[in-house]
Protein backbone atom coordinates (compact mmCIF):
# COMPACT_ATOMS: atom_id res chain seq x y z
CA UNK A 1 0.00 0.00 0.00
CA UNK A 2 1.13 2.93 -0.89
CA UNK A 3 1.69 5.67 1.91
CA UNK A 4 3.34 9.26 1.68
CA UNK A 5 6.33 10.40 3.19
CA UNK A 6 6.34 13.51 4.88
CA UNK A 7 8.67 15.06 2.04
CA UNK A 8 5.96 13.47 -0.45
CA UNK A 9 3.42 15.94 1.99
CA UNK A 10 5.21 18.87 1.69
CA UNK A 11 5.60 18.87 -2.24
CA UNK A 12 1.71 17.89 -2.22
CA UNK A 13 0.69 21.39 0.20
CA UNK A 14 3.17 23.12 -2.15
CA UNK A 15 0.90 22.01 -5.18
CA UNK A 16 -1.75 23.08 -3.71
CA UNK A 17 -1.00 27.25 -4.77
CA UNK A 18 0.60 27.77 -1.04
CA UNK A 19 3.97 28.31 -2.89
CA UNK A 20 6.46 27.31 0.15
CA UNK A 21 3.87 28.41 3.29
CA UNK A 22 5.58 31.61 3.94
CA UNK A 23 2.79 33.94 3.49
CA UNK A 24 2.51 36.92 4.83
CA UNK A 25 -1.77 36.85 5.37
CA UNK A 26 -3.40 40.28 5.68
CA UNK A 27 -6.80 39.36 6.52
CA UNK A 28 -4.98 36.94 8.69
CA UNK A 29 -1.45 37.88 9.68
CA UNK A 30 0.45 41.20 10.29
CA UNK A 31 2.44 43.17 7.29
CA UNK A 32 6.00 42.73 7.44
CA UNK A 33 8.15 45.83 7.15
CA UNK A 34 9.31 45.59 2.78
CA UNK A 35 12.22 43.48 2.55
CA UNK A 36 11.63 41.31 5.06
CA UNK A 37 10.97 37.60 3.90
CA UNK A 38 9.37 34.94 6.18
CA UNK A 39 11.68 31.53 6.70
CA UNK A 40 9.82 28.84 4.89
CA UNK A 41 7.21 27.36 5.97
CA UNK A 42 5.99 30.12 8.30
CA UNK A 43 2.65 31.42 8.97
CA UNK A 44 2.65 34.73 10.95
CA UNK A 45 0.27 35.90 13.66
CA UNK A 46 -2.58 38.84 14.19
CA UNK A 47 -3.34 37.85 17.43
CA UNK A 48 -2.85 40.01 20.29
CA UNK A 49 -4.05 38.16 23.10
CA UNK A 50 -1.37 38.60 26.35
CA UNK A 51 -2.42 35.58 28.34
CA UNK A 52 -0.08 32.68 26.67
CA UNK A 53 -2.89 29.99 27.09
CA UNK A 54 -5.49 31.73 25.41
CA UNK A 55 -3.00 32.71 22.43
CA UNK A 56 -4.12 31.13 18.85
CA UNK A 57 -1.53 28.26 17.94
CA UNK A 58 -0.34 29.93 15.05
CA UNK A 59 1.26 32.48 17.54
CA UNK A 60 2.24 30.44 19.72
CA UNK A 61 4.43 27.92 17.12
CA UNK A 62 6.23 31.30 16.05
CA UNK A 63 6.98 32.48 19.51
CA UNK A 64 8.76 28.69 20.14
CA UNK A 65 10.41 29.10 16.92
CA UNK A 66 11.75 32.25 17.81
CA UNK A 67 12.77 31.17 21.44
CA UNK A 68 10.38 33.68 23.05
CA UNK A 69 8.82 30.92 24.96
CA UNK A 70 9.99 27.14 25.17
CA UNK A 71 7.58 24.08 23.91
CA UNK A 72 8.31 22.28 27.22
CA UNK A 73 6.83 25.44 28.96
CA UNK A 74 3.46 25.87 27.45
CA UNK A 75 2.84 22.06 27.29
CA UNK A 76 3.26 22.24 31.46
CA UNK A 77 1.08 25.30 31.15
CA UNK A 78 -1.64 23.08 29.44
CA UNK A 79 -1.36 20.45 31.62
CA UNK A 80 -1.59 22.32 34.89
CA UNK A 81 -4.45 23.73 33.49
CA UNK A 82 -5.97 20.23 32.24
CA UNK A 83 -5.28 19.34 35.45
CA UNK A 84 -7.48 22.21 37.47
CA UNK A 85 -10.63 22.21 34.97
CA UNK A 86 -10.64 18.54 33.70
CA UNK A 87 -12.28 17.72 37.21
CA UNK A 88 -15.17 19.94 36.36
CA UNK A 89 -15.85 19.90 32.68
CA UNK A 90 -14.44 16.08 32.15
CA UNK A 91 -13.07 16.98 28.75
CA UNK A 92 -9.98 14.56 28.83
CA UNK A 93 -10.31 11.39 28.53
CA UNK A 94 -7.03 10.51 28.23
CA UNK A 95 -3.75 12.07 29.12
CA UNK A 96 0.27 11.26 27.46
CA UNK A 97 1.86 13.33 30.74
CA UNK A 98 5.06 11.87 30.21
CA UNK A 99 5.04 11.64 27.04
CA UNK A 100 4.31 15.16 25.76
CA UNK A 101 6.91 16.50 28.57
CA UNK A 102 9.57 14.33 26.54
CA UNK A 103 8.47 15.25 22.92
CA UNK A 104 8.77 18.73 24.42
CA UNK A 105 12.06 18.44 25.99
CA UNK A 106 12.88 17.50 22.22
CA UNK A 107 11.56 20.10 20.78
CA UNK A 108 12.97 22.65 22.89
CA UNK A 109 16.40 20.82 22.16
CA UNK A 110 15.72 21.12 18.12
CA UNK A 111 15.26 24.78 18.17
CA UNK A 112 18.47 25.56 20.53
CA UNK A 113 20.23 23.44 17.92
CA UNK A 114 18.70 25.58 14.85
CA UNK A 115 16.27 22.55 13.20
CA UNK A 116 12.24 23.33 13.14
CA UNK A 117 9.85 20.50 13.23
CA UNK A 118 7.56 21.74 11.35
CA UNK A 119 4.85 24.19 11.40
CA UNK A 120 3.46 23.90 14.73
CA UNK A 121 6.79 22.78 16.30
CA UNK A 122 6.59 22.12 19.61
CA UNK A 123 2.64 23.20 19.90
CA UNK A 124 0.57 21.22 22.69
CA UNK A 125 -2.88 19.78 21.08
CA UNK A 126 -5.51 17.28 22.32
CA UNK A 127 -7.26 14.87 19.68
CA UNK A 128 -10.57 14.07 19.82
CA UNK A 129 -11.37 9.95 21.05
CA UNK A 130 -12.31 9.11 17.60
CA UNK A 131 -9.54 9.22 16.17
CA UNK A 132 -6.92 6.54 16.08
CA UNK A 133 -3.65 7.92 18.81
CA UNK A 134 -0.67 5.35 18.69
CA UNK A 135 0.40 4.45 22.39
CA UNK A 136 -2.94 5.87 23.89
CA UNK A 137 -6.32 4.11 24.36
CA UNK A 138 -8.04 5.12 22.01
CA UNK A 139 -12.21 3.71 22.44
CA UNK A 140 -14.47 5.57 20.42
CA UNK A 141 -16.90 5.85 23.13
CA UNK A 142 -18.05 2.61 23.09
CA UNK A 143 -17.63 -0.16 26.05
CA UNK A 144 -15.80 -2.78 23.46
CA UNK A 145 -12.83 -0.49 23.11
CA UNK A 146 -12.64 0.51 26.79
CA UNK A 147 -8.78 -0.99 26.78
CA UNK A 148 -8.13 -0.48 23.02
CA UNK A 149 -4.69 0.89 22.07
CA UNK A 150 -3.58 1.09 18.69
CA UNK A 151 -0.15 0.66 16.93
CA UNK A 152 -0.66 3.60 14.73
CA UNK A 153 -1.50 7.20 14.28
CA UNK A 154 -4.72 7.92 12.48
CA UNK A 155 -3.68 10.40 8.85
CA UNK A 156 -5.25 13.66 10.69
CA UNK A 157 -2.81 12.38 14.06
CA UNK A 158 -0.13 11.68 11.62
CA UNK A 159 0.24 14.52 10.03
CA UNK A 160 0.35 17.04 12.74
CA UNK A 161 2.66 15.19 15.01
CA UNK A 162 5.01 15.43 11.42
CA UNK A 163 4.55 18.94 11.84
CA UNK A 164 5.71 19.11 15.53
CA UNK A 165 2.61 18.73 17.30
CA UNK A 166 2.62 17.06 20.74
CA UNK A 167 0.18 15.57 21.83
CA UNK A 168 -1.53 15.83 25.30
CA UNK A 169 -4.28 13.70 25.23
CA UNK A 170 -7.69 12.59 24.22
CA UNK A 171 -11.25 14.74 24.42
CA UNK A 172 -14.14 12.82 24.72
CA UNK A 173 -16.65 11.95 22.44
CA UNK A 174 -20.29 10.42 22.56
CA UNK A 175 -20.30 6.53 21.82
CA UNK A 176 -18.81 6.53 17.44
CA UNK A 177 -19.76 10.08 17.27
CA UNK A 178 -23.51 9.49 17.16
CA UNK A 179 -25.22 11.88 19.46
CA UNK A 180 -25.46 15.94 19.98
CA UNK A 181 -24.77 14.67 24.21
CA UNK A 182 -21.05 14.43 24.77
CA UNK A 183 -21.84 11.47 26.81
CA UNK A 184 -20.64 7.50 27.21
CA UNK A 185 -20.49 4.82 29.41
CA UNK A 186 -16.86 4.80 29.46
CA UNK A 187 -16.39 8.33 30.37
CA UNK A 188 -19.60 9.81 31.24
CA UNK A 189 -20.31 13.88 30.35
CA UNK A 190 -18.68 16.85 29.65
CA UNK A 191 -20.16 19.95 30.76
CA UNK A 192 -19.76 23.35 28.89
CA UNK A 193 -17.21 25.83 30.93
CA UNK A 194 -19.29 28.94 30.27
CA UNK A 195 -22.52 27.37 32.32
CA UNK A 196 -21.17 23.88 34.32
CA UNK A 197 -25.62 23.26 34.29
CA UNK A 198 -25.23 22.92 30.49
CA UNK A 199 -23.77 20.55 27.89
CA UNK A 200 -21.19 21.42 25.00
CA UNK A 201 -22.73 19.49 22.20
CA UNK A 202 -21.50 17.07 20.14
CA UNK A 203 -19.99 14.94 19.06
CA UNK A 204 -16.69 16.94 19.50
CA UNK A 205 -18.10 18.16 22.90
CA UNK A 206 -14.50 17.11 24.87
CA UNK A 207 -12.83 18.80 22.16
CA UNK A 208 -15.06 22.07 22.72
CA UNK A 209 -14.57 22.23 26.47
CA UNK A 210 -10.94 22.11 26.51
CA UNK A 211 -9.79 24.18 23.91
CA UNK A 212 -12.53 26.90 25.46
CA UNK A 213 -11.03 26.31 29.17
CA UNK A 214 -7.62 27.00 27.54
CA UNK A 215 -6.43 23.70 28.18
CA UNK A 216 -4.44 23.06 24.03
CA UNK A 217 -4.26 25.24 21.55
CA UNK A 218 -6.12 23.20 18.76
CA UNK A 219 -8.22 19.85 18.30
CA UNK A 220 -9.32 17.81 15.73
CA UNK A 221 -12.98 17.01 15.23
CA UNK A 222 -15.29 15.22 13.20
CA UNK A 223 -18.90 16.58 11.68
CA UNK A 224 -21.21 13.97 9.94
CA UNK A 225 -24.03 16.52 11.42
CA UNK A 226 -22.45 19.61 13.15
CA UNK A 227 -20.27 18.17 14.85
CA UNK A 228 -17.52 20.27 15.31
CA UNK A 229 -19.51 23.58 14.62
CA UNK A 230 -22.34 22.81 16.95
CA UNK A 231 -20.03 22.33 20.03
CA UNK A 232 -17.85 25.39 18.31
CA UNK A 233 -20.81 27.44 18.70
CA UNK A 234 -22.21 27.31 22.38
CA UNK A 235 -18.26 27.42 23.28
CA UNK A 236 -17.53 30.52 21.54
CA UNK A 237 -14.67 28.46 19.38
CA UNK A 238 -13.24 28.74 15.56
CA UNK A 239 -13.98 25.31 13.53
CA UNK A 240 -14.51 24.46 10.05
CA UNK A 241 -16.10 21.32 8.31
CA UNK A 242 -14.24 21.48 5.18
CA UNK A 243 -15.26 20.19 1.85
CA UNK A 244 -16.45 16.25 2.30
CA UNK A 245 -13.08 14.70 0.55
CA UNK A 246 -10.79 17.00 1.51
CA UNK A 247 -9.02 15.49 5.12
CA UNK A 248 -8.81 11.56 4.97
CA UNK A 249 -10.38 10.08 7.47
CA UNK A 250 -7.91 7.18 8.03
CA UNK A 251 -7.76 5.81 11.62
CA UNK A 252 -11.18 7.18 12.45
CA UNK A 253 -14.32 5.24 14.21
CA UNK A 254 -16.60 5.51 11.76
CA UNK A 255 -13.84 5.42 8.76
CA UNK A 256 -14.42 5.92 5.65
CA UNK A 257 -15.92 3.37 3.30
CA UNK A 258 -19.82 3.60 3.16
CA UNK A 259 -22.58 5.97 2.24
CA UNK A 260 -23.04 7.27 5.43
CA UNK A 261 -19.15 8.12 5.87
CA UNK A 262 -19.12 10.34 2.90
CA UNK A 263 -21.13 12.83 5.01
CA UNK A 264 -18.78 13.04 7.77
CA UNK A 265 -15.31 15.10 7.37
CA UNK A 266 -12.43 16.02 10.06
CA UNK A 267 -12.39 19.56 10.67
CA UNK A 268 -10.05 22.05 12.50
CA UNK A 269 -11.09 23.05 16.21
CA UNK A 270 -9.65 26.70 17.65
CA UNK A 271 -9.88 30.08 19.78
CA UNK A 272 -9.00 32.06 16.23
CA UNK A 273 -9.67 31.91 12.76
CA UNK A 274 -5.89 32.17 11.42
CA UNK A 275 -5.30 28.44 13.55
CA UNK A 276 -7.91 27.17 11.12
CA UNK A 277 -6.03 27.84 7.36
CA UNK A 278 -2.91 26.66 9.22
CA UNK A 279 -4.11 23.14 10.01
CA UNK A 280 -6.03 22.91 7.53
CA UNK A 281 -2.59 23.04 5.10
CA UNK A 282 -1.59 20.42 6.75
CA UNK A 283 -4.17 17.86 7.22
CA UNK A 284 -5.27 18.27 3.40
CA UNK A 285 -5.18 15.95 0.69
CA UNK A 286 -4.67 12.26 -0.23
CA UNK A 287 -3.44 9.68 2.21
CA UNK A 288 -3.85 6.93 -0.76
CA UNK A 289 -5.88 5.14 1.78
CA UNK A 290 -8.68 6.64 2.08
CA UNK A 291 -10.14 6.96 -1.47
CA UNK A 292 -12.80 9.28 -1.15
CA UNK A 293 -9.95 12.30 -0.91
CA UNK A 294 -9.39 14.52 -3.92
CA UNK A 295 -6.33 16.82 -4.42
CA UNK A 296 -8.03 20.18 -5.10
CA UNK A 297 -6.30 22.95 -4.44
CA UNK A 298 -6.67 24.41 -0.83
CA UNK A 299 -6.41 28.65 -2.12
CA UNK A 300 -5.21 31.61 1.00
CA UNK A 301 -8.28 33.34 2.64
CA UNK A 302 -5.84 36.41 1.80
CA UNK A 303 -6.28 36.47 -1.89
CA UNK A 304 -10.02 36.80 -1.16
CA UNK A 305 -11.30 40.35 -2.49
CA UNK A 306 -14.46 40.74 -0.72
CA UNK A 307 -15.93 43.22 -2.36
CA UNK A 308 -16.53 40.85 -5.18
CA UNK A 309 -18.36 38.27 -2.92
CA UNK A 310 -22.78 37.91 -2.57
CA UNK A 311 -24.00 37.20 0.57
CA UNK A 312 -27.62 35.43 1.63
CA UNK A 313 -28.71 34.75 4.53
CA UNK A 314 -31.68 33.43 6.60
CA UNK A 315 -32.57 33.46 10.24
CA UNK A 316 -35.07 30.72 10.50
CA UNK A 317 -35.62 27.05 8.53
CA UNK A 318 -39.49 27.63 9.54
CA UNK A 319 -38.93 24.38 12.08
CA UNK A 320 -37.61 25.57 15.34
CA UNK A 321 -37.35 29.41 15.33
CA UNK A 322 -34.11 30.71 17.00
CA UNK A 323 -34.00 32.30 20.17
CA UNK A 324 -33.85 36.26 19.00
CA UNK A 325 -30.52 36.97 19.91
CA UNK A 326 -29.28 34.50 17.35
CA UNK A 327 -31.66 36.10 14.69
CA UNK A 328 -30.37 39.10 15.63
CA UNK A 329 -26.77 38.18 14.83
CA UNK A 330 -27.35 36.84 11.67
CA UNK A 331 -28.19 40.32 10.71
CA UNK A 332 -25.82 41.75 12.37
CA UNK A 333 -23.51 40.13 10.94
CA UNK A 334 -24.41 40.42 6.98
CA UNK A 335 -25.43 44.32 8.36
CA UNK A 336 -21.94 43.88 8.88
CA UNK A 337 -20.45 43.01 5.73
CA UNK A 338 -22.78 44.60 3.31
CA UNK A 339 -19.78 47.99 2.63
CA UNK A 340 -17.06 45.42 2.13
CA UNK A 341 -18.76 42.31 -0.07
CA UNK A 342 -20.55 43.38 -3.55
CA UNK A 343 -24.24 42.15 -1.87
CA UNK A 344 -26.06 40.96 0.67
CA UNK A 345 -29.76 39.32 0.02
CA UNK A 346 -31.86 37.61 2.76
CA UNK A 347 -32.51 34.39 0.48
CA UNK A 348 -32.84 30.89 2.28
CA UNK A 349 -32.67 27.32 -0.14
CA UNK A 350 -35.98 26.23 -0.88
CA UNK A 351 -34.72 22.56 -0.58
CA UNK A 352 -33.37 22.85 2.90
CA UNK A 353 -35.94 21.45 4.79
CA UNK A 354 -36.73 18.19 2.18
CA UNK A 355 -32.89 17.51 2.20
CA UNK A 356 -32.47 17.40 5.72
CA UNK A 357 -35.41 15.32 5.88
CA UNK A 358 -34.48 13.15 3.10
CA UNK A 359 -31.08 12.61 4.78
CA UNK A 360 -32.66 11.70 8.14
CA UNK A 361 -34.76 8.83 6.18
CA UNK A 362 -31.47 7.57 4.52
CA UNK A 363 -29.43 7.39 8.01
CA UNK A 364 -32.13 5.04 9.21
CA UNK A 365 -33.35 3.28 5.64
CA UNK A 366 -30.97 0.29 6.37
CA UNK A 367 -32.22 -0.20 9.78
CA UNK A 368 -29.31 1.14 11.36
CA UNK A 369 -27.55 -1.83 10.53
CA UNK A 370 -24.36 0.56 9.69
CA UNK A 371 -24.18 1.36 13.23
CA UNK A 372 -25.09 -2.54 14.37
CA UNK A 373 -22.05 -3.67 12.30
CA UNK A 374 -19.90 -0.91 14.13
CA UNK A 375 -21.30 -2.60 17.47
CA UNK A 376 -20.37 -6.06 16.46
CA UNK A 377 -16.91 -5.60 15.36
CA UNK A 378 -15.80 -3.46 18.29
CA UNK A 379 -17.52 -6.27 20.61
CA UNK A 380 -19.35 -3.78 22.38
CA UNK A 381 -22.07 -5.63 24.53
CA UNK A 382 -23.69 -2.54 26.23
CA UNK A 383 -24.39 0.62 24.02
CA UNK A 384 -24.78 4.30 25.52
CA UNK A 385 -28.29 5.41 25.80
CA UNK A 386 -27.79 8.35 23.60
CA UNK A 387 -26.67 5.56 20.79
CA UNK A 388 -29.83 5.52 18.50
CA UNK A 389 -29.90 2.04 16.61
CA UNK A 390 -33.82 1.95 15.64
CA UNK A 391 -34.83 2.04 12.23
CA UNK A 392 -36.74 0.27 9.48
CA UNK A 393 -35.54 -1.25 6.70
CA UNK A 394 -36.65 -0.26 3.35
CA UNK A 395 -36.47 -2.15 -0.04
CA UNK A 396 -33.45 -1.98 -2.14
CA UNK A 397 -35.90 0.28 -4.39
CA UNK A 398 -36.84 2.36 -1.87
CA UNK A 399 -33.52 2.98 -0.92
CA UNK A 400 -32.13 3.94 -4.08
CA UNK A 401 -34.93 6.45 -4.65
CA UNK A 402 -34.28 7.63 -1.83
CA UNK A 403 -30.24 8.23 -2.95
CA UNK A 404 -31.83 9.80 -5.96
CA UNK A 405 -33.56 12.17 -4.33
CA UNK A 406 -30.95 13.46 -2.31
CA UNK A 407 -29.14 14.14 -5.15
CA UNK A 408 -31.54 16.38 -6.87
CA UNK A 409 -32.18 17.88 -4.17
CA UNK A 410 -28.17 18.57 -3.97
CA UNK A 411 -28.71 20.11 -7.81
CA UNK A 412 -30.82 22.07 -6.59
CA UNK A 413 -28.81 23.74 -3.52
CA UNK A 414 -26.17 24.64 -6.41
CA UNK A 415 -28.38 25.77 -8.78
CA UNK A 416 -29.36 28.13 -5.92
CA UNK A 417 -26.09 29.31 -4.63
CA UNK A 418 -25.31 29.90 -8.29
CA UNK A 419 -26.69 33.78 -7.41
CA UNK A 420 -24.37 33.39 -4.27
CA UNK A 421 -20.73 32.81 -2.99
CA UNK A 422 -21.38 32.79 0.59
CA UNK A 423 -24.52 32.11 3.14
CA UNK A 424 -24.73 33.31 6.67
CA UNK A 425 -27.30 31.51 8.68
CA UNK A 426 -28.02 30.17 12.79
CA UNK A 427 -25.47 26.92 14.04
CA UNK A 428 -28.64 25.75 16.05
CA UNK A 429 -31.99 27.53 17.54
CA UNK A 430 -30.32 27.76 20.77
CA UNK A 431 -26.90 29.08 22.87
CA UNK A 432 -26.06 25.98 25.05
CA UNK A 433 -28.58 23.44 26.49
CA UNK A 434 -29.27 22.32 30.03
CA UNK A 435 -27.52 18.72 30.31
CA UNK A 436 -30.96 17.13 30.77
CA UNK A 437 -32.09 18.66 27.58
CA UNK A 438 -33.77 16.80 24.87
CA UNK A 439 -32.82 17.60 21.28
CA UNK A 440 -36.04 18.51 18.83
CA UNK A 441 -36.14 18.47 15.17
CA UNK A 442 -34.77 21.22 13.46
CA UNK A 443 -32.65 22.56 16.45
CA UNK A 444 -29.51 22.14 13.96
CA UNK A 445 -29.17 24.21 11.12
CA UNK A 446 -26.18 21.90 10.37
CA UNK A 447 -26.86 18.49 8.95
CA UNK A 448 -27.87 20.09 5.33
CA UNK A 449 -24.33 21.08 4.15
CA UNK A 450 -22.98 17.28 4.90
CA UNK A 451 -25.36 16.57 2.71
CA UNK A 452 -24.14 18.70 0.17
CA UNK A 453 -20.74 18.32 1.36
CA UNK A 454 -20.09 22.16 1.37
CA UNK A 455 -18.00 23.92 3.34
CA UNK A 456 -19.23 25.72 6.64
CA UNK A 457 -17.80 27.28 9.51
CA UNK A 458 -18.37 29.26 13.06
CA UNK A 459 -17.13 31.86 14.59
CA UNK A 460 -18.31 33.80 17.71
CA UNK A 461 -20.54 36.68 16.89
CA UNK A 462 -22.74 37.32 19.54
CA UNK A 463 -24.00 36.14 23.40
CA UNK A 464 -26.86 35.02 24.92
CA UNK A 465 -29.19 36.94 27.20
CA UNK A 466 -28.13 34.29 29.78
CA UNK A 467 -24.38 35.30 28.46
CA UNK A 468 -23.43 32.20 26.83
CA UNK A 469 -21.42 32.20 23.69
CA UNK A 470 -23.16 32.11 20.12
CA UNK A 471 -21.66 31.25 16.82
CA UNK A 472 -22.62 32.33 13.16
CA UNK A 473 -22.49 29.54 10.35
CA UNK A 474 -20.45 30.43 7.31
CA UNK A 475 -21.08 28.14 4.42
CA UNK A 476 -19.29 27.86 0.74
CA UNK A 477 -19.92 26.40 -2.87
CA UNK A 478 -17.60 23.58 -2.87
CA UNK A 479 -13.86 23.66 -2.60
CA UNK A 480 -14.41 27.27 -1.16
CA UNK A 481 -12.39 27.10 2.12
CA UNK A 482 -10.74 30.24 1.36
CA UNK A 483 -14.41 32.50 0.67
CA UNK A 484 -15.35 30.56 4.16
CA UNK A 485 -12.57 31.48 6.36
CA UNK A 486 -11.88 35.04 4.88
CA UNK A 487 -15.57 36.19 5.94
CA UNK A 488 -15.28 34.18 8.98
CA UNK A 489 -12.18 36.66 10.10
CA UNK A 490 -13.69 39.61 8.93
CA UNK A 491 -16.57 38.81 11.43
CA UNK A 492 -14.03 37.44 14.10
CA UNK A 493 -12.64 41.32 13.44
CA UNK A 494 -15.35 42.93 14.35
CA UNK A 495 -17.41 41.12 17.05
CA UNK A 496 -14.28 39.88 18.41
CA UNK A 497 -14.34 35.56 18.41
CA UNK A 498 -13.67 33.76 21.23
CA UNK A 499 -13.39 34.99 24.99
CA UNK A 500 -12.41 32.93 27.83
CA UNK A 501 -15.20 31.44 30.45
CA UNK A 502 -15.07 33.17 33.15
CA UNK A 503 -16.49 31.09 35.91
CA UNK A 504 -14.08 28.25 35.93
Not at 221 to 236: E, F, I, K, L, M
Not at 350 to 379: F, Q, T
Amino acid sequence: MKKQTTNNRRKFITTLGMGSLGTVLPTFGKQLPKGVVLPQKQFVSSDETDELLYMSATKVAGMIRNKEISSQEVVELCLARIDEVNPQINAVVQIARERALLEAKKADEAVRAGKTLGLLHGVPMTIKDSFETAGIISTAGTMGRKNYMPGTDATVVKRLREEGAILLGKTNTPEFTMSSHTFNLIYGQTLNPYDLTTHPSGSSGGAAAILAAGGAYFDIGTDSGGSVRAPAHVCGLASIKPTSGRIPQTGHLPDYGDRFGSYQQPGPMARRVEDLYLLLSILSGPDYMDASISPVPLNDPADVDLSTLRIAYYTTNDVAEPIPEIKKMVVDCANQLKPSVSSVSEARPPALKALSDKRSELNSADGKAHIKRLIKACGTKVISPNLNISGEVVSAKEYTKLVEEIDALKSQMLQFMDDYDIMLCPVTSTAAMKVEAERFPGHWYTSEYNATGWPAAVVRAGTSNDGLPLGIQIVGKPWTEDKVLAVAANLEETFGGYSKPENI
